[in-house]
């Protein structure tokens, strides 16, 4: 069946690094196309990054542009999310989904089937 799995989640000090994986099972990662997502305490989940299926074209959230970086390994049917600079207001729990439809804008939840069950990340000194 269709299985995501987030890894490297952790506690890093402000201006930290951490790089995040998205193992995929179950299916051809290449032919899909991935969004991270984040989800802080009392907000809702926000879409931050995303990877296309066809051409791997890359799409960030201001809120990360610079900072964050979305790559994918077919070989290893897994999607990194390398981060650096992080800051305090990174820290949530992230999300790697499968897109099921590209009708909707890539950082609506409801564009995507499948989610992992997330990875926490803590940006604090």
């Known amino acids: 069946q269709v299985q995501l799995v987030e890894s490297g989640g952790g506690l890093v000090q402000p201006g930290g690094s951490l790089r995040l994986s998205c193992a995929a099972s179950g299916f051809?990662?290449?032919y899909y196309g991935i969004g991270w997502f984040r989800q802080a305490?009392?907000?809702?989940?926000?879409?931050?990054?995303?990877i296309s299926n066809s051409d791997g074209?890359?799409?960030?959230?201001?809120?990360?542009?610079?900072r964050f970086t979305i790559s994918r390994d077919n070989?290893?049917?897994?999607?990194?999310?390398?981060m650096n600079s992080l800051k305090p207001e990174d820290t949530a729990v992230y999300y790697c989904a499968r897109q099921r439809s590209t009708t909707y804008y890539w950082r609506t939840p409801l564009a995507y089937g499948y989610w992992g069950q997330g990875t926490q990340v803590t940006v604090s000194s």
Do not use: C, H, M
């Open 57 to 66: 074209r890359t799409y960030y959230a201001d809120s990360v542009k610079g």
């Open 41 to 50: 305490p009392g907000k809702e989940r926000e879409g931050i990054s995303y």
């Open 75 to 82: 070989a290893k049917n897994t999607v990194y999310l390398q």
């Open 28 to 30: 051809t990662l290449d």
